[in-house]
């Protein structure tokens, strides 16, 4: 418990630092966001009119008290309304996470179905041809951009075989959750395809390394079966840098995979904060850049509170 304290205490820091370093970068940007807003017609405005719409989006005063005011609204809950959408920023975040929450968990379940059995099988066999095919299949995953293998499934899954489709009006999972399913597959394949890839690699090295410690050669000896060996005995402790390795991307997956959003036309968070940066849309891009370390933070801690339970002799600072 005093862990998990100390922990959460961090956060309104890391936040504050967060929150300070994107409120700069962005205004750092050549730009403002009301001619980015109105294009060509934003000549068009009167004086009056473009400071009666810095004001109404709070782009009207120096760095300094723009920053006090939305820091006091974000403590509120109130994290400034989107000159890109016309709406609080919260509303326009809460509408597109739950596409890049749902892509996020698609590719993970892929990568771990795919890579953790990989990873086992290729220790098992080390130095086996088996063992070298799957070596090599990491070594591709991992090398192939993500783009690509995008655009190689667009191509022999939706034009080659027309098994899946390509692009589309999204479809909300509680809309329609076949035809949800049936659009995210692609983008949760390219995600999942090089994630799959590098947990091969890692489950395959901390497999090798459990299954030469004396504990493993003993049990053996004791005629415990190979299955027993592995699944019980050895997988357990080779766990623990997938899960290290799958709380980081995850989090990095809630951040938002811009490019596969961007190629399936996912209106997903990731494309949103690119959207809003090309749009000079400030406090959208300071809202979920927020928003997008709150989480990622918040999978770290699980990450290393489910150490202590895949290992009781971890102990996360009792003392």
Known sequence: MNYLARRLMTFPLVMLGVSILVFVSIRLVPGDAITAMLGTEAGLLTPDQRAALEAYFGIDQGWFTQYWRWLAGAVQGDLGVSVTFGKPVLDVILERFPLTLELALLSMVIALAIGLPAG????????????????????????????????????????????????????PFLENPLRNLGQMILPALTLGFAFAAAVTRISRSAMLDILSDDYIRTARAKGVPARKVIWRHALPNALIPVVTLSGVEFGYLLGGAVIVEQIFALPGLGRMV???????????????????????????????????????????GAK
């Open 120 to 171: 086992i099988f290729a220790a098992t066999r080390n130095e086996k041809p088996s063992d070298l095919a799957v070596r090599i299949f990491a070594m591709i995953g991992q090398s192939t951009p993500n783009f690509v293998f995008a655009l190689l499934a667009i191509y022999v899954l939706s034009v080659g075989f027309g098994v899946l489709p390509a692009m589309g009006e999204f479809t």
């Open 274 to 316: 690119l959207d809003a940066i090309l749009q000079r849309d400030y406090a959208l891009v300071q809202g979920s850049v927020l928003f997008i370390a709150l989480n990622f933070m918040i999978v770290n801690l699980l990450v290393d509170l489910a150490y202590a339970m895949l290992d009781p002799r971890i102990r996360l």
